[in-house]
């Protein structure tokens, strides 16, 4: 939707409307995507029943790489970040296998009940009552500082550790240009060091906390926020500066046809409010129905509140209206692919253990207890949610010929979609949204949280 094609004198509930309306699907939009992630056998048409739907320019065989789709935005689940230390601009894992280990063990030293008690000892009892092995404080300390290596960690080489440009110590990079790409695009407004752009760096702690206490979806939706946000000051400047900006009109129509622009890429998303799309949980009776789906409102108005209090924008007002805050969550509780990148520990200790049996056997000798002592979730992957631009546009099917899946070299956060077979040009590329081995009324039942049933081939044979 261009911006010069809105209305001028819309009123507040206007621009919300605006907003959240379906835009026409543009074209250029799209080429500008597939040109960018450089998949060119890729092209977004319109789709009657669908709305939109992502179609192939070639001939696809089985197991090729039909898309790599960079995130217009996602989060890292905060209870993961125990586990893995990653880029939070492009999620690939950082530091080295030391700090990896070295991290784990140390968070759950803190989750010990009898710290105390181990701290007089010298030892840090990781996990007891899970009956792992034990481990002296000052060597976790030694794989954290990096003055002890692992045998053969020199092959599995991470990206140095870059700090957050505001000074915080929330969000760790793997270069400066991810840092620099981060803290334009969302990090600037979010950030609670002592070089945040927020007004309100205590409110934003608040809202930080809030998320992490009740769901952390609220923190890619205060992305979204923010990002359209500094979109749009860019646009502004940009517009000031070519003396295009009617400064005369008292009031602030000539600033919401910029507000749309920015708003453009998130436009692009199926939405619908989370507290009427998000599925009933299995704990939850259906006679209590309506008020559990209040209270999921009244959550989210309780985190608009904070985030309004950190980084409100008077002429970004429409951006904070429980109404768009909604239909924000409710796109990525509709659209998001999980975000997972495998964690490189996995790799390190394959290899160990695939080494020829007089070196696995010494290397053993100081691989073996820090094994132990992570016990059986040694490595845990990367894991949060995202919102992929070009992926979302892909439809359902209970037989799709494309999937979701990680190969050994993608190690970012990236979308990595792969042929099931071999798909003709010209042939939509669909993916699942649910696991398609479950009968035919368990899937519909999964895909009616979607707002849709379905027809493919397969549902249509399998129907009563």
């Known amino acids: 939707?261009?911006?010069?094609?809105?209305?001028?004198?819309?009123?507040?509930?206007?621009?919300?409307?605006?907003?959240?309306?379906?835009?026409?699907?543009?074209?250029?939009?799209?080429?500008?995507?597939?040109?960018?992630?450089?998949?060119?056998?890729?092209?977004?048409?319109?789709?009657?029943?669908?709305?939109?739907?992502v179609y192939s320019g070639v001939d696809f065989r089985e197991d090729d790489l039909i898309l790599k789709d960079q995130m217009l935005v996602g989060a890292q689940h905060s209870s993961n970040k125990v586990d893995c230390l990653v880029c939070s601009f492009c999620?690939?894992?950082?530091?080295?296998?030391?700090?990896?280990?070295?991290?784990?063990?140390?968070?759950?030293?803190?989750?010990?009940?009898?710290?105390?008690?181990?701290?007089?000892?010298?030892?840090?009892?990781?996990?007891?009552?899970?009956?792992?092995?034990?481990?002296?404080?000052?060597?976790?300390?030694s794989l954290m500082d990096g003055s002890l290596r692992l045998p053969y960690s020199e092959n599995f080489p991470l990206p140095i550790v870059f700090p957050c440009l505001g000074g915080c110590k929330e969000a760790y990079y793997c270069s400066k240009s991810c840092a620099e790409a981060d803290w334009e695009s969302f990090h600037s407004l979010l950030c609670i060091g002592r070089g945040s752009?927020?007004?309100?760096?205590?409110?934003?702690?608040?809202?930080?906390?809030?998320?992490?206490?009740?769901?952390?979806i609220f923190i890619p939706a205060a992305k979204v926020i923010s990002s359209t946000i500094l979109r749009y000051r860019k646009l502004k400047a940009a517009h000031f500066k070519l003396g295009k900006l009617d400064t005369s009109n008292p009031h602030d129509s000539w600033l919401f046809p910029l507000l749309l622009e920015a708003w453009k890429p998130v436009s692009m998303g199926f939405k619908k409010r989370w507290w009427d799309c998000i599925a009933l949980p299995d704990d939850v009776d259906s006679c209590d129905e309506a008020d559990f789906r209040l209270q999921i409102k009244d959550l989210a108005s309780e985190s608009l509140q904070l985030l309004?209090?950190?980084?409100?924008?008077?002429?970004?007002?429409?951006?904070?209206?429980?109404?768009?805050?909604?239909?924000?969550?409710?796109?990525?509780?509709?659209?998001?692919?999980?975000?997972?990148?495998?964690?490189?520990?996995?790799?390190?200790?394959?290899?160990?253990?695939?080494?020829?049996?007089?070196?696995?056997?010494?290397?053993?000798?100081?691989?073996?207890?820090?094994?132990?002592?992570?016990?059986?979730?040694?490595?845990?992957?990367?894991?949060?949610?995202?919102?992929?631009?070009?992926?979302?546009?892909?439809?359902?099917?209970?037989?799709?010929?494309?999937?979701a899946f990680k190969r050994e070299e993608d190690k970012d956060g990236q979308a990595t979609i792969i042929a099931l077979r071999p798909i003709s040009k010209e042939e939509e590329i669909t993916i699942s949204y649910i696991d398609e081995d479950l009968p035919y009324g368990e899937r519909q039942e999964q895909l009616a949280d979607y707002g849709f049933t379905c027809k493919c081939p397969r549902c249509i044979e399998e129907a009563p």
Do not use: W
């Not at 010990?112 to 792992?132: F, I, L, R, Y």
């Not at 752009?197 to 952390?216: G, I, Q, R, V």
């Open 197 to 216: 752009s927020s007004p309100n760096t205590e409110a934003l702690l608040k809202f930080m906390k809030h998320a992490n206490e009740t769901n952390d």
């Open 308 to 403: 309004k209090e950190a980084i409100y924008d008077k002429e970004c007002a429409p951006l904070f209206s429980l109404d768009i805050y909604g239909h924000i969550i409710g796109m990525f509780e509709l659209n998001n692919l999980d975000l997972v990148v495998a964690s490189p520990v996995e790799d390190y200790f394959l290899y160990i253990d695939d080494l020829p049996p007089s070196q696995k056997k010494e290397a053993e000798k100081m691989t073996k207890s820090f094994l132990d002592a992570l016990g059986e979730e040694y490595s845990v992957s990367c894991q949060g949610t995202a919102f992929f631009p070009l992926q979302s546009c892909m439809n359902h099917s209970c037989i799709p010929n494309a999937k």
């Open 1 to 53: 939707m261009e911006a010069s094609n809105c209305p001028i004198d819309a009123h507040f509930s206007d621009k919300i409307s605006i907003l959240l309306s379906p835009p026409p699907i543009p074209q250029e939009y799209f080429q500008e995507l597939v040109a960018e992630r450089q998949c060119y056998g890729l092209k977004v048409k319109l789709d009657g029943e669908h709305g939109k739907g």
């Open 91 to 141: 999620f690939r894992f950082i530091g080295s296998i030391e700090l990896q280990i070295g991290r784990k063990l140390y968070f759950e030293e803190l989750g010990v009940s009898a710290v105390d008690e181990c701290a007089t000892s010298g030892v840090m009892e990781c996990g007891s009552s899970s009956g792992k092995a034990r481990l002296p404080h000052d060597t976790i300390q």
